[in-house]
């Protein structure tokens, strides 16, 4: 975090220095007649870009807080499974689904989601969970308990899939390009024109448009770590199924 600080300080200081040659080599005075036209000009600029950069970050953040909790259900949602299996009362059934839970949790732990980050899927937790599935498949009962608790776990699975397509699917999807790139460039002109702005105080310039290059780049940095929520500084973890995996360990 604290880099990513420095690095947008660093940049405004360099967009503040180049505003002294650039107003000098362009006479910027000259265009101090058209100033009411530039500060409208920025005005009506300004807002429509705020709005933008606002309504975009809204969204990249809403879907990070989705993917986050979608995640913390998911890990919730295996531990309870376990505990479901174990109203069964059969040794072997709870040693194969403690097993086959387990293997699932280690293949999404030790994945640490990269590849979804790369834009792909971990093709080696797709089949651990599958077999959690091959296993409830095969349960046999004989009496009206496991009828009922046959009914709950197989029903809790099917809506532990659901939230884990949803997780995949959420965790897949990113921002436009060309909305991105509307982002960028509409910032690129946003700070060409305070370059060009003509400030009777160069100093108080050079401080305005230092301040406008940090926000700009700090939007940027925003947007990219949170619309690829598995890169970057706020990236997501698989710590949530880790701690399943610990309680199912030591609590049962």
Do not use: C
Request: glycine residues 6%; charged residues 20%; proline residues 3%.
């Amino acid at each position: 975090m604290r880099s990513l600080v420095f690095r947008s300080i660093f940049f405004s200081i360099l967009i503040g220095l180049l505003f002294y040659p650039i107003n000098n080599y362009f006479d910027i005075v000259q265009f101090r007649n058209d100033v009411d036209g530039l500060s409208a000009f920025l005005g009506v600029f300004g807002t429509l870009y705020g709005i933008l950069a606002a309504f975009i970050v809204f969204e990249v953040w809403t879907q990070y807080n989705q993917i986050s909790q979608l995640i913390d259900r998911e890990a919730q949602g295996i531990e309870r499974l376990f505990r479901l299996a174990l109203y069964f009362r059969d040794e072997t059934l709870t040693k194969q689904m403690r097993t086959a839970i387990e293997e699932y949790v280690k293949r999404v732990v030790d994945g640490r989601f990269q590849a979804i980050g790369l834009g792909g899927r971990n093709k080696r937790s797709g089949p651990s969970f599958r077999k959690i599935a091959e296993i409830i498949r095969h349960i046999e009962f004989d009496d009206d308990h496991d009828s009922i608790v046959f009914d709950q776990i197989l029903e809790h699975y099917g809506h532990l899939g659901q939230i884990r397509t949803e997780r995949l699917n959420q965790s897949l999807t990113r921002m436009p390009s060309l909305l991105k790139a509307f982002v960028y460039i509409s910032s690129f002109f946003a700070l060409i024109v305070f370059l060009f702005m003509p400030f009777d105080n160069l100093n108080y310039g050079a401080f305005s448009v230092m301040i406008i290059a940090f926000l700009e780049i700090m939007i940027f940095y925003i947007i990219e770590d949170l619309d690829n929520p598995f890169q970057g500084h706020w990236k997501l973890t698989p710590k949530p199924f880790s701690m399943a995996l610990k309680h199912i360990r030591e609590d049962y």
